[in-house]
């Protein structure tokens, strides 16, 4: 079954401080995604990427960058966390067209 | 923009019984809806992905989409404990498809 990996998958951070989370996928999907979901809303597109190089915005892309390095890794960057941001972060792979798509295991992130 | 209700919030049935999901979103021209499973802790498991008006079962899990309603349910036959989770309605959006839109889950549990 395809296979995608997150790190760390628990994370406290301070108010300020720069946060990575990562995402690695040996699929050889084009497509990875980010996600945050919180009580009451579900998950929520944050970015996403088509492939090696490109970073797409979602819905809700204020206050993160992505990063796609290569085929397998995908980053999502907290510059200045903010305790707003505290939530349980999602990343996914997929075929074109998301017609297939595999979820991590997610990663539980606290902002003090 | 594509947006996803699920409803009931909660349902509690006896095992066995059958269990009735339901979700409503606001553009039909979408042509993939999703069905996903999430235990408490875990990440996201694919129940049934299902792309034209009618049904699609999967074990004992069928879906039942009418895009003239604007509904897609899901029915779980002879659930149970193990069913107990929460269950995420998701639709296929955006240019190219690319984006995936979630439901906020309808949280089962099955009592034994």
């Known amino acids: 079954e395809a296979a995608v990996t997150q790190s760390p998958r628990n994370k406290v951070a301070v108010t300020g401080g720069k946060v990575t989370l990562s995402c690695n996928q040996t699929?050889?999907?084009?497509?990875m995604y980010w996600y945050r979901q919180d009580t009451g809303h579900g998950l929520r597109l944050i970015h996403y990427?088509?492939?090696?190089?490109?970073?797409e915005k979602g819905d809700i892309p204020d206050g993160y960058k992505a990063s796609r390095p290569s085929q397998e890794n995908f980053s999502l960057i907290l510059e200045l966390a903010t305790p707003s941001q505290t939530s349980v972060y999602f990343c996914?792979?997929?075929?074109?067209?998301?017609?297939?798509?595999?979820f991590g295991p997610g990663t539980r992130l606290t902002v003090l | 923009q594509q947006k996803v209700q699920q409803s009931p919030e909660s349902l509690t049935v006896s095992e066995g019984a059958m269990a009735s999901l339901n979700c409503t979103f606001s553009?039909?021209?979408?042509?993939?809806f999703r069905w996903y499973r999430q235990h408490s802790g875990k990440g996201l498991e694919m129940l049934v992905s299902?792309?034209?008006?009618g049904e699609k079962e999967e074990g004992r899990f069928t879906a039942h989409l009418n895009r003239a309603s604007l509904h897609v349910s899901l029915h779980i036959r002879e659930p149970q404990p193990s069913d107990s989770a929460v269950y995420l309605c998701?639709?296929?959006?955006?240019?190219?498809?690319?984006?995936?839109?979630f439901g906020s889950g309808t949280r089962l549990l099955v009592s034994p």
């Open positions: 998701a639709v296929l959006t955006g240019t190219g498809g690319y984006k995936v839109v």
């Open positions: 299902i792309f034209s008006d």
């Open positions: 699929n050889n999907h084009n497509n």
């Open positions: 996914a792979s997929g075929t074109g067209g998301a017609r297939e798509q595999y």
């Open positions: 553009d039909g021209t979408s042509d993939n």
């Open positions: 990427s088509y492939g090696a190089g490109s970073t």
